[in-house]
């Protein structure tokens, strides 16, 4: 499956975005789904995942409350809404997919991975 994240961009504290990710070349409502970040020389971090059909989410306590994961199988994407967003979430948000099982909070567990989206949030 292809990945291609959007969204990303430069937004004031306590502002938002919504970030999204397009799928392409498998059943996208078989992979569960997830988004990380990535600051420059620090490891990849979980932020959110959302399962294949069932939809059950599962966040970050750094950023639970504040974001919403949500897919939508018809159109083969999964959306991450953050609001509230703190100078602490500047990343390059990633998201990936998962083949099988149930949600992981680690970069290995995924298979699919797209390019990355840079998220920067001013004080």
């Known amino acids: 499956v292809q990945l291609q994240a959007s969204g990303g961009g430069l937004v004031q504290a306590g502002g938002s975005l919504r970030l999204s990710c397009a799928a392409s070349?498998?059943?996208?409502?078989?992979?569960?789904m997830g988004w990380f970040r990535q600051v420059q020389g620090k490891e990849r971090e979980f932020v959110a995942a959302?399962?294949?059909?069932?939809?059950?989410?599962y966040y970050a306590d750094s950023v639970k409350g504040r974001f919403t994961i949500s897919r939508d199988n018809a159109k083969n994407t999964v959306d991450l809404q953050m609001n509230s967003l703190k100078p602490e979430d500047t990343a390059v948000y990633y998201c990936?997919?998962?083949?099988?099982?149930?949600?992981?909070?680690?970069?290995?567990?995924?298979?699919?991975w797209g390019q990355g989206t840079q998220v920067t949030v001013s004080s």
């Open positions: 070349g498998r059943t996208f409502s078989n992979y569960l």
């Open positions: 959302i399962r294949e059909s069932i939809g059950s989410t």
């Open positions: 990936a997919a998962r083949r099988s099982g149930g949600i992981v909070p680690l970069p290995s567990g995924y298979d699919y």
